[in-house]
């Protein structure tokens, strides 16, 4: 196993970041190469895009279609300009977030039809996925209350309860269909958290490298 896509998702203040400096230092420990990427984001234009996501605008609303479409546009950028060209040079890339984003939060959140986000994700990715998905599960509330502990909100973030509550159970339902994901409970310590996902890539680290 020369190199592979691992992706973190969940809600706001599941504590991503703090798990994936916890696997970078795991991939150091390895000896792995790898890169960190984000999404939207991870390239100039990519980035350019996300802060047009995020940020709230005073004079017109967002459309559920036009975010939808930035956030695919963004991660095509991050797929073809980085994620791919860092897989080909034998590194490992851990993303903050991968299409599994968008089915909870467009799909399950905004509730825009899914066969949609699948025909965007055919014109954009093609069969292009994750090798490994670590589901950082929080109760919406409690994820809320940590993102607010962090400081303002942004666009997405100030959605609602009941938007995290919908993507909650679409990512739910979403990864115990992925035959390469787990879930950890992120209500947990971060020790606790991060001692889950370490134990969860060492399984699937051995799964892996005797297929």
């Given amino acids: 196993m020369t190199s592979a896509f691992i992706v973190v998702e969940g809600l706001e203040g599941a504590g ?6 916890a696997i970078g230092r795991f991939l150091s420990e390895q000896g792995k190469s790898f890169i960190c990427t984000r ?15 995020k ?7 967002v459309t559920e279609q036009t975010e939808l479409l930035l956030m695919y546009a963004a991660r095509s950028q991050l797929v073809h ?8 040079a034998g590194k490992y890339v851990i993303g903050d977030r991968h299409d599994l984003s968008s089915v909870a939060y467009q799909g399950g959140g905004r509730q825009v039809d899914l066969s949609k986000l699948a025909q965007l994700k055919q014109i954009t990715l093609g069969d292009f996925a994750p090798d ?9 509330s409690l994820g809320l209350q940590r993102a ?5 909100l942004d666009r997405i973030e100030l959605a609602g ?3 995290f509550e919908r993507a909650r159970a679409c990512y739910l339902a979403h990864v115990k269909e992925m035959p390469n994901a787990v879930t950890i409970d992120a209500s947990q310590s971060m020790t606790e958290v991060e001692n889950a ?14 297929q």
């Fill in 132 to 140: 490994f998905t670590l589901y950082l599960d929080i109760e919406p």
């Fill in 161 to 163: 309860l009941a938007f």
């Fill in 55 to 61: 940020q709230q605008w005073e004079s017109e609303e």
């Fill in 148 to 152: 607010r502990g962090r400081g303002e």
């Fill in 197 to 210: 996902v370490i134990k969860a890539l060492r399984h699937w680290f051995k799964t892996w490298s005797s």
């Fill in 39 to 53: 999404e939207p984001g991870g390239t100039p234009m990519a980035e350019a895009i996300r802060e047009c996501v």
């Fill in 81 to 88: 300009n980085r994620i791919k060209p860092a897989l080909l």
């Fill in 16 to 21: 991503k970041s703090s798990v994936i400096q």
